[in-house]
């Protein structure tokens, strides 16, 4: 048995819906937002319907969102089918293989990621859920990070914490200008 084609997406907004529920372009366009040119495009099966467009007519007409997506994909897809051309370069792309599973605990010799391979390390492919397990191998440590330079603000209150010392800040201390007083309204330091 011959295979039905599917609806135009188009016409079964108008003929199912706008014609049944006698609402006109200029109106249906108005409710859901958008132009009444867009409209007569989606109609006239010259747009496709969008996700977007799919979403603003399942809730005007109160249907799931899956119905008009599903109408514009088996169209999309009865139209693929008829493309000679394209089905005669899918017929001549291979299947991908997979790799043979390993077996717990084994270590994949073909897969590496690439953090594992910066790092010296191995990676395991866990038999379940396709995850890589990464192992240290013996690598050198890395060295420490080099420290930020402190700023005198930083160094001062850093000794006055190591000295106990709670007291407000003075800073004049630090090499600010000592005229300067959290009150006032400009800091001489800043250009404006």
């Known amino acids: 048995m011959k295979k039905q084609k599917p609806p ?4 079964v907004l108008k003929e199912t819906y706008l014609d049944a529920y006698q ?3 200029t109106q249906f366009s108005e409710d859901v937002g958008l132009s009444a040119s867009a409209v007569r495009q ?9 996700l977007n467009v799919a979403a ?4 005007y007409f109160n249907t799931p969102r899956e119905y008009w997506i599903n109408l514009q994909n088996d169209y999309d897809l009865a139209e693929l089918q008829k493309d ?3 089905m005669a370069i899918i017929k001549q792309i291979p299947k991908a293989k997979k790799p043979s599973p390993s077996k717990k605990g084994a270590v994949a010799t073909t897969r590496t990621s690439k953090q594992a391979d910066k790092k010296g ?5 866990s038999p379940r859920r396709g995850r890589v397990k990464k192992e240290a191998a013996d690598v050198a440590p890395r060295k420490p990070r080099a420290k930020k330079a ?5 160094d001062e209150l850093e000794n006055r914490e190591l000295a106990g010392n709670t007291d407000t800040f003075d800073q ?12 006032d309204d400009q800091n001489p330091d800043s250009s404006n």
Do not use: F
């Not at 603003?56 to 809730?59: E, P, V």
């Open 150 to 154: 402190k700023t005198p603000v930083i």
């Open 56 to 59: 603003r007519l399942a809730k």
């Open 172 to 183: 004049g201390s630090a090499g600010q200008d000592q005229n300067w007083h959290q009150g």
């Open 121 to 125: 390390a191995v990676a395991e492919v």
């Open 84 to 86: 000679e051309e394209l």
């Open 42 to 50: 989606i109609i006239n099966n010259k747009t496709k319907i969008t």
């Open 23 to 25: 609402i006109g372009i």
């Open 8 to 11: 135009l997406p188009g016409n």
